[in-house]
């Protein structure tokens, strides 16, 4: 069951034009500014290259939690836009072997996800992806780029931040880059104890991280889900079937999920059949398994939500309060 906004947050954006003047949207883009400024400057010193992602393919990630992708017809091909561009990522890895993207995505979330605050259709994410990568390798980027953002952030516009009701002490462990881990079934076993019914197979769900999320005061990795949970690129631990090599980044006090990533599966066979596993049809595949067969290289890598990112740098409510052109699930908007 999604957790609705906190009482007495608004629920939806006003009119447009109103909204473009707020200066609290003003406040929030000018952390976006400097959080984008910093995730750059972070991620080339560790020799990542940017690209630019394809904004529509023939697939795209088929992994969101209960959100579909838009059609498009492309020269009378049916194409998606993206709702991630993952498959990209590992394709484009022979010839980058460290890349990122700051990519917009397009994800046409269930309604019901409107009032939550933690939702748009359109956002973007900064997409990291390392060749021959292990979970540790992305999760010690992962770190290491939320904790150099913060620090950049709070020392480059600490006046917005204060302004906006944050103080420095909000930020303590994380800019002492302290990091928590639990894997997916501690984090089951806590919300059982405390009554939360969670899936001990599937997903934690939105209430449940908001849950543990609130009851932390540091960002903490959840690893190990198991598989069935995640899309079919998300690698098996061959040591324990059934569990992925994979991770959650969660922040404290509320804010939840700023991060999913895992390793990847790269081995052709065994992505055909995870892909039959979880339903898919590899024919709509072909492009990507072509690279799988010609040898696409084993990686580990990640997305971190950029505007989930802003609006706990920022401590507002919702989602739609630190993106300029907001767009909620069911809400028609320009």
Known sequence: MEQPLPAGAPATPPPLGE????PRLRAAMLVQQEALHAARA????????ELLPPLVGPVTDPGGRGAKA?????????YKLMTSAILYKQASLRGFPRLFYVAPNVRVEPEETATTG?????????DVEIADGSREDAQEIAAGLLTHVTEHVWTAVPGILSELGRVEGDFADIRAGKYDVCTHDDAVSRLLAAGHPQNPDGEIDWAGERLLSLESDRPFFVNDYPKGSRGFYDREDPERPGVLRN???IAPHGYGELVSGSEREADYATIVTRMRESGENPAKYAWYLKEARDGMPASAGFGMGLQRLVRFLTGLDALWQVSAYPKLPGVVAP
Do not use: C, K, N
């Not at 909204?19 to 707020?22: A, C, Q």
């Not at 838009?70 to 049916?78: F, K, Q, S």
């Open 19 to 22: 909204h473009l003047r707020s």
């Open 42 to 49: 972070f991620l080339r010193g560790e020799d990542f290259t």
């Open 70 to 78: 838009l059609d498009v017809d492309y020269y009378g091909h049916p």
């Open 118 to 126: 933690r939702h748009l259709v359109e956002f973007h994410q900064i």
């Open 247 to 249: 991770f959650d980044l």
